[in-house]
């Protein structure tokens, strides 16, 4: 594979996510609520050289919702307490679980996490009170600017970006040449070209999921992401002075979900994450809309030739993947050890250990332009969405507060399953943000 010639924070990848991401604007600012503020940030993490720290008691609690990456961080754990004698528990919850759901049940419990993620924007608000102002530690300056956006309210950073993910139509390329696909399709009616042809050459399309976060909020984001001014569209359907329904762009919208739906296993309506990539993984799909985040998981299965195609809603030609930060570790000051919470996310980011995890076990395209990663490191679809960022479109779904994607999820799984139309499904959408938002 080629490698890339320079850190992928500190070259287009940089100038390209500041740009895109720009656009998902930095609204929190004026937030109506001030988040705490910290103190020092503590005493750092210190490596040892082949020999394990002495054990100290103490023990942090991250709760993490990334469960990719669950058995690699496990492992990171146990590293980080040989080198530092700081133990650490990780609580993974995701997928089909709702994550926010659970945190809010877990710090109700009394118990209060040291690390927990939240997307940022409004996702972060409850959470005011305990995120711990991070804009004094010795990395937050080497944060790409428009990833650590979501999470600056005030001028405060109030999170660490967990890295940059981006999102499209994967493809196995062996199953498009073996349909005759020479030409990668740009526009929806080429797209249902190449489904034609996957299909007569008795191939499944598309690997696609009945979970209400995959088809909710990621799918309706293209919507959300194509309107001429995304921003301006969602705060105008918090305030009814816009709609879902009779919006062009999500008239256009609802034909790619009607292709990838109707040409996709004939089980959708009960697959879950696992299986549908687990489908994609084994062969048995040529399509799948996920992100770079599937690699690991694809990669224990098979070593696929991969790519990923911009997800095209008419004929334009104007398609885009999408990008955005994954997510925030956020520093509960509310916990036990706020100071060894960030003592450890700063190893994280700049031990050599540390490093190597997010990059080469974690495969993550790094959000600090101080942390190098190849194409090796971050495989197929990371580079895929390196290539693709300069023209990617941004993630908005997290401007909305929690409960209503969760309403947008439900909705999409009533339209998949058939029992609703779609004028019905974008009156629900609009009715998801009253029922919210007020």
Not at 21 to 31: A, H, I, V, Y
Not at 35 to 50: F, I, N, V
Not at 195 to 223: M, R
Request: net charge negative.
């Amino acid at each position: 594979m080629k490698r890339m010639s320079a850190l992928l924070g500190t070259t287009a990848l940089v100038t390209a996510l500041a740009t895109v991401m720009t656009g998902c604007g930095n609204d929190n600012n004026t937030g109506s609520a001030s988040p705490s503020a910290s103190g020092s940030s503590g005493a750092k993490a210190s490596e040892s050289a082949g020999t394990t720290a002495e054990k100290k008691d103490v023990k942090i609690k991250i709760f993490n919702f990334k469960v990719e990456i669950a058995d690699k961080f496990n492992q990171l754990a146990e590293q980080y307490e040989k080198e530092t004698g700081v133990q650490v528990e990780i609580e993974t919850h995701g997928g089909g679980e709702d994550y926010n759901a659970l945190l809010k049940a877990e710090i109700a419990s009394g118990s209060e996490p040291e690390i927990f993620n939240s997307e940022g924007f409004a996702a972060l608000e409850p959470y005011y009170d305990r995120a711990t102002d991070l804009s004094g530690e010795a990395w937050a300056k080497d944060v790409v600017p428009a990833a650590a956006a979501p999470a600056t309210v005030n001028g405060k950073l109030l999170g660490m970006p967990m890295n940059i993910e981006g999102y499209g139509i994967i493809y196995n390329k062996d199953l498009f040449a073996q349909a005759g696909i020479t030409e990668l399709p740009k526009t929806l009616t080429q797209l249902k070209d190449a489904v034609a042809k996957l299909e007569a050459a008795g191939i499944t399309p598309f690997s696609t999921t009945n979970e209400w976060w995959s088809i909710g909020h990621h799918t309706i984001n293209v919507g959300l992401a194509e309107q001429l001014d995304p921003v301006t569209f969602i705060e105008n359907t918090k305030t009814g002075a816009a709609s879902f329904k009779g919006n062009e762009t999500f008239e256009k919208w609802i034909n790619y979900v009607d292709l990838v739906f109707g040409h996709s296993q004939k089980d959708k309506l009960t697959t879950d994450y696992a299986t549908q990539v687990s489908l994609f993984a084994t062969g048995k799909a040529a399509m799948i809309q996920q992100g770079n985040w599937i690699q690991g998981d694809i990669d224990k299965v098979a070593k696929l030739n991969l790519g990923m195609l911009p997800i095209p809603i008419d004929d334009s030609g104007n398609s885009h993947i999408y990008t955005g930060p994954a997510s925030f570790w956020i520093v509960n000051s509310k916990s036990k050890h706020p100071e060894e919470a960030k003592a450890f996310l700063d190893w994280l980011v700049s031990s050599e250990t540390g490093k190597t995890y997010l990059t080469k076990e974690f495969q993550f395209i790094p959000a600090l332009v101080t942390i190098p990663a190849t194409s090796d490191d971050i495989g197929q679809l990371g580079a895929a969405v390196s290539e693709q960022a300069k023209d990617a479109g941004g993630w908005h779904w997290g401007r909305y507060p929690d409960g209503v994607i969760q309403g947008w999820g439900a909705a999409m799984q009533e339209y998949q399953g058939g029992s609703i139309d779609k004028d019905t499904l974008f009156g629900k959408f609009d009715q998801a943000i009253k029922d919210i938002v007020g």
